[in-house]
Nanobody, 122 residues
Framework: VQLQASGGGLVQAGGSLRLSCAASGRTFSSYAMGWFRQAPGKERESVAAVSWNGAISIYVDSVKGRFTISRDNAKNMLYLQMNSLKPEDTAVYYC????????????????WGQGTQVTVSS
């Protein structure tokens, strides 16, 4: 599976962005998918994950109620709707695919996209 993330940009605090991740290959629907982020000088952290059919989604506490992960298997697309953005959300965001259940564990993801920059100004 090859992944291409897009949709990042510069937004003011309180604003919204929608990230997209385009997947190639016919097996996209068999993978759990996740969004991760990495800020300068910090470790990569999990933001959200979704099961292969979209029925199960999990979030890190800091984004609950503000971010929504979703997928469209017919289009081989993964999304992250980000609302009420805060300066601390500033990071490079990555999409990734896991052959296991939806998980927040970085090491359980085997395919990674190239990342898209999200910058939230105060």
């Amino acid at each position: 599976v090859q992944l291409q993330a897009s949709g990042g940009g510069l937004v003011q605090a309180g604003g919204s962005l929608r990230l997209s991740c385009a997947a190639s290959g016919r097996t996209f629907s068999s993978y759990a998918m996740g969004w991760f982020r990495q800020a300068p000088g910090k470790e990569r952290e999990s933001v959200a994950a979704v099961s292969w059919n979209g029925a199960i989604s999990i979030y890190v506490d800091s984004v609950k109620g503000r971010f929504t992960i979703s997928r469209d298997n017919a289009k081989n697309m993964l999304y992250l709707q980000m609302n009420s953005l805060k300066p601390e959300d500033t990071a490079v965001y990555y999409c990734a695919a896991s052959p296991f259940r939806p998980t927040m564990g970085v090491n359980e993801y085997v395919y990674w996209g190239q990342g898209t920059q999200v910058t939230v100004s105060s």
